[in-house]
């Protein structure tokens, strides 16, 4: 069986949630004896196909001119001001009009079977290839959030639903319930790069990196304004001296250049934190946050929108407890004070009150995390084993 998926790729090409969702799922795909391929629609100043043969998997690196491609480099995207917000509209829209090369190069792989990952920018071509080829989208969108809380708009998403042979979400917020053929399987976690770190060997690591008896708080977010990282800076400046003494805050994500105003109130606030201990990181791959993972004591992901946090699967199979926001598909993952800690979003405050009852009673305030049962739910190959239950059932 061929199952051709299709995303729209970050302009500067950085690795976020459906890339790393995609990856693991091909690479799984080829051990069930599928033929994976993964087309990347990237938009450019440029029309170009790359294409390249690794593992089994077939990746077509579809560059497509846009003439607002320009602008919105210029124009920082999500920012406060409106226009940002329209330049990222159009750019979406716009891709509905270029649809011949994504069609070529279709019509070249011939799938059996299309696993679609993008929403707004591919609208049109999903309504083109419905009713030949059957197309099965994963919803990991915060579009499709955006749509379905306006007043006016769920009329226009039921349509945009229509081309889906079925829809599968990776948490129930973002499983349309007035559809037919809607599943959920959550994402998964790479069960043999995340594991728990000996408290022995985590002890020596953090020795190492002179962190000794302090407990390493670990934040590792895009830095966009969704991700609700300022508010995770915000609340250090809230901390008392003594639990700042007690911990170390780490920052990775930070070298997008697509949230320049958001980045600027993130390290304003950080600039002012004296008296703590922070380190910020840069943008980090898989192998490198595995390694982090050995010296981090509590994950945190502070999101003011979020669908299922691949993150917070990670850090719970590594053993590692989660400080996060109740929105989304969190609540699915972290269960107060099981796995974890629930606070309210956009409150500097509700997570500054949160850190410091942590530290002020650790290690007795870190919960035991069963990880085994927990792993066993998320590894990547159950997952994809699901998944495969689905192509079956649609082909």
């Not at 970050?10 to 091909?26: D, F």
């Not at 609540?331 to 796995?339: A, L, R, S």
Request: hydrophobic share 40%; charged share 25%; with cysteine.
């Amino acid at each position: 069986m061929k199952v051709l998926h299709i995303y729209r790729q970050a302009n500067n090409g950085e690795i976020g949630g459906v890339e790393n969702h995609i990856a693991y799922l091909v690479k799984e795909q080829v051990s069930q004896g599928l033929f994976p391929y993964v087309l990347s629609i990237i938009v450019s100043n440029k029309d170009k196909l790359s294409v390249k043969i690794e593992d089994g998997v077939g990746w077509y690196y579809l560059e497509v001119k846009d003439p607002f491609f320009v602008l919105s480099k210029k124009i920082p995207i999500f920012e406060k001001g409106q226009l940002g917000l329209a330049m990222v509209l159009f750019t979406r829209i716009f891709q509905n009009f270029r649809l011949k090369q994504k069609l070529k190069v279709i019509e070249q792989i011939a799938p059996d079977i299309i696993h679609q990952h993008d929403y707004i920018s591919s609208i049109r071509l999903n309504f083109k290839i419905a009713g030949k080829i059957n197309v099965v989208w994963t919803n990991h969108s915060g579009e499709y959030l955006l749509l379905d809380k306006t007043k006016f708009t769920p009329y226009l998403q039921y349509h945009f639903l229509k081309p889906f042979t079925c829809i599968i979400a990776p948490s129930n917020n973002l499983l349309p319930h007035n559809r037919p053929h809607a599943y959920f399987i959550p994402n998964g976690a790479d069960t043999s790069l995340f594991t728990t770190t000996l408290p022995k060997i985590k002890q020596e690591l953090k020795n190492k990196e002179g962190i000794n008896d302090r407990i390493v708080f670990l934040c590792a977010r895009r830095w966009a304004p969704n991700k609700g990282v300022v508010y995770f800076a915000k609340a250090l400046n809230l901390l008392d001296i003594e639990t700042k003494q007690k911990a170390v805050f780490l920052f990775a994500g930070n070298e997008s250049d697509d949230f320049k105003q958001c980045k600027k109130e993130i390290y304003e606030e950080l600039n002012k934190c004296s008296d703590a201990d922070i380190r910020i990181l840069g943008n980090l791959g898989h192998d490198e946050m595995s390694r982090l993972f050995t010296i981090t004591d509590v994950g945190v992901i502070p999101s003011l929108v979020e669908g299922m946090s691949l993150f917070s699967i990670e850090l719970i199979s590594a053993g590692i407890p989660v400080l996060a926001t109740c929105v989304g598909g969190l609540p699915q993952i972290v269960k107060h004070e099981v796995n974890g800690w629930l606070v309210a979003p956009g409150s500097a405050y509700t997570l500054a009150k949160q850190i410091k009852k942590i530290v002020s009673g650790w290690p007795g305030t870190k919960p035991e995390i069963d990880t085994d049962e927990f792993r066993s739910r998320y590894a990547w190959n159950v997952i994809a084993d699901e998944i495969l239950k689905i192509y079956k059932k649609y082909i």
